[in-house]
């Protein structure tokens, strides 16, 4: 993790194998949402919670947000120790990809401005980028993927194995399964706007 004043933090706080199950710090896998490695990485978990955590808030309320970022960060964190728990887990990522997914499952024929890409198509492309990445993890030596994976780390893609691909993944199937129930019949935008307008309307009485 190298040197610096905020190393011991990410020693206490980041999900780690040997800091949950060696040290017994079983409070990691909900406190490692709570620490970001730099300023962008907080920017952009920042950017995800906000926006399709507002948009989930607009269609199903508050408890639905929580519900499906606290299932996501959890997800999340397993699937990071499983595939990458000797490096501690920073960033609420997790709970960023589970609500992503969990907006584009339950529409996915809208379009996810700025990209002129519909809603599922995005799901699609950035959950297979994602497992690709993860099975080509080195230090999971899975045959002819790892082997990728040290292809890239010479041509100077190194950084993109520094990212928490296990946590993303996890906290993306959380995100579908909270959906779950509009797998085989998605919502329509009328069917959003009526229930939104049903849910103002209790509200007000």
């Known amino acids: 993790m190298g040197e610096g004043p905020l190393v011991p933090w990410?020693?206490?706080?980041?999900?780690?194998?040997?800091?949950?199950?060696?040290?017994?710090?079983?409070?990691?896998?909900?406190t490692h949402p709570l620490l970001h490695g730099n300023l962008s990485h907080c920017l952009t978990n920042a950017f995800f919670l906000y926006y399709f955590g507002g948009r989930i808030h607009d269609i199903?309320?508050?408890?639905?947000?929580?519900?499906?970022?606290?299932?996501?960060?959890?997800?999340?964190?397993?699937?990071?120790?499983?595939?990458?728990?000797?490096?501690?887990?920073?960033?609420a990522s997790g709970a960023g990809m589970g609500?992503?997914?969990?907006?584009?499952?339950?529409?996915?024929?809208?379009?996810?401005?700025?990209?002129p890409i519909r809603a599922h198509n995005l799901r699609n492309g950035v959950v297979l980028s994602t497992a690709l990445l993860l099975l080509m993890i080195p230090t999971l030596?899975?045959?002819?993927?790892?082997?990728?994976g040290e292809l890239i780390i010479?041509?100077?893609?190194a950084s993109l194995f520094q990212i928490g691909h296990g946590c993303?993944?996890?906290?993306?199937?959380?995100?579908?399964?909270?959906?779950?129930?509009?797998?085989?019949?998605?919502?329509?935008?009328?069917?959003?706007?009526?229930?939104?307008a049903e849910r103002e309307e209790n509200s007000a009485a």
């Open 60 to 91: 199903f309320g508050e408890k639905e947000v929580w519900r499906t970022a606290a299932w996501s960060t959890l997800l999340g964190g397993v699937f990071h120790l499983l595939a990458q728990g000797d490096t501690p887990l920073v960033g």
């Open 10 to 30: 990410f020693s206490l706080l980041g999900l780690s194998w040997g800091g949950l199950f060696d040290q017994g710090h079983w409070w990691q896998l909900l």
């Open 141 to 148: 030596r899975i045959p002819v993927f790892s082997q990728l």
């Open 99 to 115: 609500l992503f997914v969990a907006l584009t499952t339950i529409s996915p024929e809208s379009r996810m401005f700025p990209l």
């Open 168 to 196: 993303h993944l996890g906290g993306a199937l959380a995100g579908g399964m909270a959906m779950r129930k509009y797998f085989r019949k998605p919502v329509t935008l009328a069917q959003l706007k009526r229930e939104r």
């Open 154 to 157: 010479s041509l100077g893609g």
